[in-house]
């Protein structure tokens, strides 16, 4: 039985995490990007002689997700409050049969404690910015939502590298709850991937938080 194939689009610092903890777990791994010299530049020849497929162009174009796509199993994006990006690989995902999108949404669009109230109205006293989160990360959420697909869409707070993954990031871990204010690229990473490769959080909003 050949091993999940997963598209990364995007290899940022959350997308050059998910590179290595997907080849990590054996995974075959493709990417998309919009600069080969960035994506030379993030990730070391080794990790570049490993991956299945590299495609260079922009994901909101179809004619390019259609000749990336397949062969893929799920996509996951390192790109949020892309609402062009997300409507595209939305519909192209279930253009070409894949069984998953998993995005990253902002913290912004998950409950507060209560469950009742919208985490970005806690988070007002912080600036005007938050509403705006709240509103292109919802963007983005409705436009999956809308497409009738398979999605997993992770919600951190603020992320950064923290030079390792903490050592159970699933006990952090949180449906449609805040986790916290901050969640390294590795511990996303690992949410990520772990969304990818299993539906334990199908269909659902999924926060974690970096707890050293």
């Known amino acids: 039985m050949q091993p999940l194939s997963v598209l990364i689009v995007g290899v940022g610092g959350l997308g050059k995490c998910m590179v290595q903890e997907a080849l990590d777990r054996g995974l075959r791994v493709s990417v998309l990007v919009r600069d ?3 994506l030379e530049a993030e990730l070391a020849e ?3 002689a490993r991956l299945s497929k590299t495609k260079v162009g922009d994901g909101t174009h179809a004619k390019v997700l259609d000749e990336v796509m397949p062969g893929s199993d799920v ?3 390192g790109r949020g409050a892309d609402l062009d990006l997300a409507r595209e690989l939305a519909t192209a995902v279930k253009r070409n049969d894949i069984k998953k999108l998993c995005w990253p949404g902002g913290t912004t669009n998950v409950m507060a404690d209560d469950g009742v109230t919208p985490n970005y109205k806690r988070l007002l006293h912080l600036g005007s910015w938050v509403e705006g989160a709240y509103r292109a990360h919802g963007a983005c ?3 999956i939502r809308q497409a009738d697909i398979n999605y997993v869409i992770f919600c951190p707070g ?9 050592p159970d990031v699933r006990r952090s871990v949180r449906i449609n709850r805040d986790a916290g204010p901050f969640v390294s690229y590795e511990d996303a990473a690992w949410v990520m991937l772990e969304a990818a490769t299993t539906n334990t959080y199908d269909g659902q909003l999924v926060s974690a938080a970096t707890k050293f």
């Open 36 to 38: 080969r010299a960035k």
């Open 158 to 166: 603020r992320m950064d590298s923290a030079g390792r993954r903490s």
């Open 141 to 143: 959420i409705d436009a």
């Open 46 to 48: 080794e990790i570049l």
């Open 75 to 77: 996509v996951l994006s």
